[in-house]
């Protein structure tokens, strides 16, 4: 198996199980919208994968039936008068009932988007091995817009992408139909996901051109059966490029003027489309500052462009300035912050988890929570940047529950990040998460098997921000291999143990940015030369002779000022604190105690040692589990496994010999010293390392 299939693999089930299913599964009544044909040739190639036999599409109710619909368009839901009302337009309803005398199964909803999701829910619950002979399911989305972000850029290739080329063969659409287009809107239907933007933040205008609207309107063709919408990724300067105005500035009325005429032309290739991404003054990216005007001012021109079609604006907070290079960290919030109720209504500002970048830990990003009157939607990376690629095996979705579990207790304890996104906190209706994709021409889509699970992870927490990772993990587990518990305990196992070992041989006790330049895959705390301050790692771990880490205390930067008092006093001592944010927050002594006693140096060898034998537990696991997988997915595994085992070693190695240089003290007693002497690590250079787009 290469792994095409994703957590979509209907295969044949072993007899006993096939008979307690059979008698539910004997034919499909359905209407004929695209969506819900959608759901029901889903319903179908399941059934004929389970049972090897078809699931014939019936006029009339028989014994076993599956009768889904909108009681709009399929009387015999309407007849049954079910309690639809508080599932609103995305939600779904799954119950075991007898309709003139026949036992069936309804999958009902309010639109056909519902029951395509309730589809896909029903087939969930037979790959995951529970009844579905006394039904009674409910469910509804608990965030609108739920989104992947390609960072895909128009000559093929993906900025921070691992999985290969683009997906998106702009060169032979609009007249392609592939059936990879097909397959990617399942996958993402199947989780819920009902939208993407399909190029890079860093955009080119050439998107927004006719020839490439009518690209993109093929690509929303493709999509549009299985409910997922496009949106663009909008260069600010487009005025100035495709329209031969002299300024962008979003208060200047031809500006105005071009933006909605643009979009009215986009609206009228693609009725449904969903609106613009904007990434403005950030990382070289045109925005309304180089016209002195506000965040707020530009991603309210686009708002006014947008609105009249339903559209929305995501503006990103990723923003970090020139001018003031004394805490990263902080910037985003003081950009930002200030312009609390002065955003549109179809606004949403789009915030990344963490303050600084998509770190393998990062506290919650302070704005969350601190602009009461603006809809904030959460941006988690799916493709692992700085978290080991697609290489090594790393299951982010205990790192998407942490951030989205802490508290920000800006209205008292339980204000959770969760609850400002979700839009319950301050009552807003517009609400989004956004994952950035790390889809690409792979057969296996994500550039290895197990970050297949992260994709699908970000879309089950998009739908329920307060899933728990490991039940995601556990239906994961079973829909993409095997539902045997010897295999499905271990593997979960396994996952959920991966990212803090991750974080622990790359960046232990709270440390972060120390990938080195460009790549962001290696080590490279050293790093010093680079012509921004906070581009260098030195930067953020500021170890010297006398102790490491980044006072953001009251005694430095006092970034912690910018949470709310309870959430900072969670962070503010070292000695009550969670140790794995320790240096992102404090600056400590070599000789410091950790809570266990040992001093800081030792400690943080220790933390790094025990994420490279992390690694070799990983590796003995999955020796272990060979009977339970296919051959092909149990190699590529293997192999990576092997790599990030080596790679550990390498983070592990390089780390400690720079710090070492600065603590000028010996590994504790039984710690092996780095292979190699500091400059080896120090020499070597990527130049063809995957991913570094534009
Ligand atoms: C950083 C990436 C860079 C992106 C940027 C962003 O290194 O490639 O363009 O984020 O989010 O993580 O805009």
Redesign the pocket.
Known sequence: EDGYDLWLRYRPLPVAQAQIYAPHLTSVVAGDRPMLSAARSELQRGVSGFLGHDLPAATSIGDGALVIGTPAEQPAIKALNLPLSGLGEEGYLIRSVTVDGHKVTVIAANSDRGVLYGAFRLLRQIQTGQGIDKLDMADAPKIRVRLLNH?DNLDGSV??GYAGASIWDWWRLPDLKDQRYTDYARANASIGINGTVVN???AKALSLTAPYIAKTAALADSLRPYGIKIYLSARFSSPIELGGLKTADPLDPAVRAWWRAKTDEIYKAIPDFGGFLV?AN??GQPGPGDYHRSHADGANMLAEALAPHGGIVMW?A?VYSEHDASDRAKQAYNEFHPLDGQFADNVLVQI?NGPI??QPREPFSPLFGAMPKTREMMEF?ITK??TGQATHLVYLAPLFEETLKADTFVRGAGSTVARVIDGSLEKHALTGMAG?ANIGANRNWTGSDFDQANWYAFGRLAWNPDASSRDIATDWVRMTFSGDPAFVTPVVDMMMNSREAMADYMTPLGLHHQMATGH?YGPGPWVHELARPEWNPVYYNKADAGGIGFDRTKTGSDALAQYNPRAAKIWSDPRKMDERYLLWFHHLPWDYRLQDGHTLWDGLVMRYQSGVDQTGVMQITWTGLAPYVDAQRFAAVSQNLTIQRREAKWWRDASISYFQSKSGLPLPAGYTAPALPLEAYEALTFPYAPGQ?H
Do not use: I, L, P, T
């Open positions: 960072w900025e921070r890079n933040v860093n990434k950030s990382e990103r990723f990344k970048d998509f990376q940047e700085y950035v962001h787009g």
